[in-house]
């Protein structure tokens, strides 16, 4: 099993370094590290280091030595950003970390026309703190060292400005009466972006889909079964990480 990761504000350069605070107390009361064992210390955005437990203090204070120096993860290529509608419940922090998981890049919140959560004034700063912590803390347990990025709430025509950046542009839509490909056969860049538009559980209104398409994105569909849209995202990203050799 790869070291388990913990979170700093600025990867230290070494010899040797002491992870306190709530990273400190995970590592020392949580997962109860000994002297011997290796740790991962990393900022999420691709810097990491590694090193040994020399000693754990207290309840909050470990002293790790032997660090590596500081090592940089490449951009992934291709970039895969999925954009997220919202769910209902704690269906889209479910969402956030299965996708992680599973190794997407970006996810971006968006506020489909047919989404029974809105996400206005203080609840929706909250609900996106928590998608941002989700991501984090999945981060950390799938032991990665780049985090997926949690972008702002974005309205249906900004989802379109955005697409229209894309090397490769989809909506996921699963109605029978509407010409989809299967996203498991259209051509992909092997660089680039690559941006997946995920709809609310009501599904993307004809509207939406038609802004959509005059940006250039297309219409695919995963296969025989309709998913949640909690879990669509994670099925695609999987599908894409494989198609593009991430997963190699």
Sequence with gaps: MTAPVFVVDEVPDGPEFV???????????????RPGE?????????????G????????????????TG??????????????????????????????????????VPWQASRCITQWK????????AKWRNTAREAGKQSRR??????????TTNQVAALLGTADFAAVLHE?????????????????GEIVLVVGPEGGVSPDELAVF??????????GASVLRTSTAGTAATALLMGRTGRWS
Excluded at 180 to 187: G, K, N, Y
């Design 38 to 50: 290796d740790v991962v210390l990393t900022d999420g955005a691709g810097r990491w280091t590694e």
């Design 52 to 67: 040994v437990v020399r000693a754990a203090e207290g309840k909050h204070r470990l002293v790790v030595m032997d660090l």
């Design 121 to 128: 004034g203080e609840r929706g700063l909250k609900s996106l």
């Design 175 to 191: 109605d029978r009466d509407h010409d989809s490909e299967p996203l498991a056969t259209v051509q992909l860049p092997g660089q």
């Design 213 to 222: 398409a005059e940006a250039g994105a297309r219409t695919c569909r995963l």
């Design 145 to 154: 060292v780049r985090f997926p990025e949690v972008a702002d709430t974005l």
């Design 70 to 107: 500081i090592h940089e993860e490449p951009p992934p290529a291709p970039r895969i950003t999925v954009v997220q509608a919202l769910p209902k419940g704690d269906r889209g922090e479910v969402a956030v970390e299965t996708m992680t998981e599973t190794g997407v890049d970006a996810i």
């Design 19 to 33: 992870l306190e605070g709530p990273e400190g107390r995970h590592a020392v009361s949580v997962k109860r590290l």
